[in-house]
């Protein structure tokens, strides 16, 4: 009990508020805006977060991200854009509401069932973190290594991509990691003789470079949105609460399948927003329906892209594995700030972590008044010229990743990544798989080369432990399984031979 | 910027190449079995088989398409990008290096409002918009970065009011 006072009094500081009150008018400008996305909403605000205290720091992320993946919705429901990726899978159905003239309903359902999932997000953190906690103290390196490498392979099996090419960018984020003297020995490894190298490439400039300047870049070769007809709306949350009872097994299950795909390693929003559209529609009494401007995909995919959001926060806190793109940010705003991720921070840091699950719930309930005043301004809000929004953006990533360490070389490699980003992007390789992989990369050698020394050459001690076997079979599999499903699709095709219908 | 697999997958083969042969360079610790070189050596073969698997088009099928939201059946899709404009894209990398070569000469002022100016012809705005966005936005910049985080951000030939 007098943790959770502790936490309340940590949270209830004037710079803690100020900092959540900003940031979230913040991230509901940025998510509203097409072409600017919730992780780049997080990036930008990294070198804010340093002139900050840890729980204002980590409270402003969190704020941030959450009120941009709602704000996503605005725009897919007005314009049919999405603000956000992670609005992306039921832009089409919240469009179709508007144009049968429910705009205030599409709109109402994005704010009330995103502000719940963040919740019910938030309650699957705080019963499984420090659950997973206990359990995580016993792991030794073997453990870490098997974990890790689950992790890398998550994001190849979730990316709405080639596995093939997500392996590929993978592996580019572990090179590009290797990069420096950060490893066991000391030794410096590609840096081509340059200083700067030297310290390696440091991931938040990587990852500005990746998320906010590729999307200028994008924004170059797109034409502009169109502009959005003034208009006046009625009453947002009218009727919300009858389809919170009538949808509520579609809600729980948006919520459920929200932190399974929230906690998995490297998959975040947009996946879940994704698979919950597609869950919905296919245990739906009316599949016929969706398309049509119909709300039941719609409450599921919206309550399902915000509780990823905060499970998200599950592996990140426990591992310091990302679990999706935002908290690949976070986690070095974590270290930064002394919050070194592990399952000590549940048991030594207790209320910091009581702190962190008030300032979710905070920041999902006042995602509803505030998020009700940005629907009403949202046709002002639309109508600022990307002409004026982007070179902004650019100006931000240069001052930004300068601020970082004082050093004007991450500025190159801010634009560096910008352009690895987009080259990989338009063909198909994706760039959360390499993000993951620059997070993670030293971590992955690390428990690696300790974990080989430890066994002394075998290989043995790798499977001999239970958690560690029951990891390693994940892994493997989960490495395998490119391979089986890559058999798995030759098999229609002779099939459709038989039946003689082809394909 | 469009690439076909075959040219991607070639230079992911190059990449592990060098990536492993670079690593096989690298001196081991003496006393050790395991040294610097290990990850660098499995990193590469891995892209290189990587690399081959996707000049080969294995796994193609899997992708998915690009557009996030498709177009309506009455809308008429997106032109496709020549490679003429497909070079626009590269303004923002190239005004965030011009960015750290000229900073310390013109001073933040200067550079700053240069870069938002270029960055928002080439996105079409009119100078009614661009001028004044070029002078304003990097004193708001400024004002937040080095009065408010104090980061020293150079005065240069131009430097701030304040």
Known sequence: MSTIIEAFGMVLHADVLIAIFLSAIYGLIIGALPGLTATMATALLVPVTFYLSPIAAVASIITASAMAIFSGDIPGALLRIPGTPASAAYTDESYAMTRKGQAELALGIGLWFSALGGIAGTVALMIMAPQLAKLALNFSTFEYFWLAFLGLMCATLVARSSPVKAIASMLLGLLISCIGIDNPAGTPRFTFGSTDLLGGIEPIPALVGVFAVTEVMRAMLTPEPPRLASRRFGSILAGQWALTKQYLKAQMRGNVVGVIIGALPGAGADMAAWVSYAVSKRFSKTPEKFGTGYPEGLIESGASNNAALAAAWVPALLFGIPGDTITAIAIGVLYMKGLNPGPSLFTQGASSMYALYIIFILANVLMIPLGIVMIRLSTQVLRAPRAAIMPIIILLCAVGAFAIGNNLFSVLVVAAFGLIGFVMERNGYPVAAMVLGIVMGTMVEQSLVTSIIKSDGSVLPFFNRPVAAVLATMAIAALLWPLGAWLWSLRPVRVADHSGSGR | ?162
């Not at chain 2, 009065?147 to 701030?160: D, H, T």
Request: glycine letters at 12%; charged letters at 10%.
């Open chain 2, 1 to 162: 910027m469009q690439l076909s697999d075959r040219v991607t997958g070639s230079f992911l083969v190059v990449l592990g190449g060098a990536c492993a042969y670079g690593g096989w360079l690298l001196p081991p610790v003496p006393g050790q079995e395991i040294g610097p070189d290990v990850f660098p050596l499995v990193i590469g073969v891995g892209l290189v088989i990587c690399g081959i698997m996707i000049a080969f088009g294995i796994g193609h099928a899997f992708e998915e398409q690009e557009e996030l939201v498709a177009p309506l059946p009455g809308e008429k899709p997106p032109p496709p990008i020549t490679w003429g404009r497909g070079l626009t894209a590269l303004i923002p990398a190239g005004l965030l290096v011009f960015y750290v070569y000229a900073v310390d000469r013109l001073g933040f002022w200067l550079t700053a409002g240069l870069i938002t100016l270029a960055a928002a012809l080439a996105l079409g705005a009119r100078l009614r918009l661009a001028i004044p966005l070029a002078i304003l936005t990097p004193m708001i910049v400024d004002l937040i970065f080095s009065k408010l985080l104090r980061v020293p951000l150079p005065p240069g030939l131009l430097p701030m009011p304040w």
